[in-house]
């Protein structure tokens, strides 16, 4: 009766075996069968290594800055990285999050690109909302 399950963060899961690249490797490729099997859908939430900093901001992180292994990238089927601007503020009052669809391997699932939302704490809620203020879309594609 599970059509979605959520691993947040991956880091914190018990790894008994040695963790390197063939381990992970091999996790993915279970998670992968295990979706296909019983038609789930996985969300696997991993941080990146330490973040780079140019002139003061951080740069956007892909999945290949994910610590451990470049198959984060390789054997997923979908990619996003979720981004906080820490300090560029939203008529919401909260930080400005920039979404970015790096990888979407099946057209039907949609295309890369990005969009802008940030939580509403002015409304009293903690939803996320989508920007119109930027472009007057909240998905621009760069495909």
């Known amino acids: 009766g599970i ?8 880091n914190m899961l018990q790894h008994d075996e040695q963790y390197d690249l063939s381990y992970i490797s091999k996790l993915l490729s ?7 099997q019983t038609n789930t ?7 990146p290594r330490k973040m780079e900093a140019y002139n003061g901001t951080y740069k956007v992180p892909t ?12 054997k997923a089927y979908n990619c996003l990285t ?13 930080d ?13 699932n949609g295309s890369q690109g990005s969009f802008s939302i940030a939580p509403n704490f ?10 119109e203020d930027y472009n007057k879309t909240i998905f621009v594609d760069k495909g």
Do not use: M, W
Request: one cysteine or more.
């Open 3 to 10: 059509n979605i399950c959520v691993i947040d963060p991956f």
């Open 30 to 36: 279970k998670i992968t069968q295990f979706c296909q």
């Open 41 to 47: 859908h996985l969300f696997l939430v991993a941080h």
């Open 63 to 74: 999945p290949y800055d994910i610590s451990g292994s470049s198959d984060f990238f390789n």
């Open 82 to 94: 979720v981004y906080r601007k820490l300090g560029e503020r939203t008529a919401y009052g909260s």
């Open 96 to 108: 400005l999050c920039e979404v970015y669809v790096q990888k979407v391997k099946r057209r039907e």
């Open 122 to 131: 002015k409304d009293g809620g903690g939803y996320y909302k989508a920007l």
